[in-house]
């Protein structure tokens, strides 16, 4: 069993920062790729921002010089830093994680989403 446990949403006005934190519990070995996804009202779900392994990171275009990936595996944490938000940000946003169990399977885990309004 493996549970994704999503904190650090909120209201912020246009300008302001926010971060997202996503922690891994259970029967986790190692966690190869951390992704933050976003989903707006009456869109699809989008790719923001991905970390691998190795500390390798890809952002949306949308996204690029105001947010931040970041991972701790000591803690099995990753980390999404937003700066100068815009409304145009607002959604829930999810994380995802690539995890390898005890069975030697890696298995992509769903976080249970946290939203972030941005007021202008």
């Known amino acids: 069993q493996v549970q994704l446990v999503e904190s650090g949403g909120g209201l912020v006005q246009a300008g302001g920062s926010l971060r997202l934190s996503c922690a891994a519990s259970?029967?986790?070995?190692?966690?190869?790729?951390m992704d933050w996804y976003r989903q707006a009202p009456g869109k699809q779900r989008r790719l923001v921002a991905t970390i691998t392994s190795g500390g390798r990171t890809n952002y949306a275009d949308s996204v690029k010089g105001r947010f931040t990936i970041s991972r701790d595996n000591a803690k099995n944490t990753v980390y999404l830093q937003m700066n100068s938000l815009k409304p145009e940000d607002t959604a829930v946003y999810y994380c995802n994680l690539d995890i390898e169990g005890y069975d030697q399977t890696y298995r992509h885990y769903w976080g249970q989403g946290t939203q972030v309004t941005v007021s202008s």
């Open positions: 259970g029967s986790i070995v190692s966690i190869n790729a």
